[in-house]
């Protein structure tokens, strides 16, 4: 069991390899957006915004909901806004970790 959920992580995790799907994620972090939203947010073709929104879709990372002729995105689970929280966080601190060391190393 734990060889298939690792599998099943590894999978999930390569949703978060896209620096455009981390940056879908965060804009609905503040509610629902259609497709044309975050293309204009974004500065991308509706087209491109589609298929990141396709594969956030297939894995459960976002829901959508119909509304009039619109299709609205949102985040299917808040864990997934915390964990995007706790690798920022991670990642923030590894920088200001590796800032320090170079102002040390430059002194």
Do not use: W
Not at 27 to 33: D, I, M, Q, V, W
Not at 52 to 68: D, I, N
Not at 91 to 106: F, P, Y
Request: glycine share 4%; charged share 35%; proline share 1%.
């Amino acid at each position: 069991m734990d060889k298939v959920l690792y599998q099943i992580h590894a999978e999930m995790c390569k949703v978060f390899t896209n620096p455009k799907r981390l940056e879908i994620i965060d804009l609905l972090r503040n509610g629902e957006k259609t497709v044309n939203e975050l293309a204009k947010i974004m500065n991308l073709s509706q087209s491109n915004v589609s298929q990141h929104l396709a594969v956030l879709r297939e894995k459960g990372v976002v829901e959508t909901k119909r509304f009039g002729n619109s299709v609205l995105y949102r985040i299917a689970d808040e864990r997934i806004l915390r964990a995007c929280d706790l690798m920022r966080e991670f990642l923030l601190d590894r920088i200001g970790r590796l800032e320090r060391l170079v102002r040390e190393v430059k002194t």
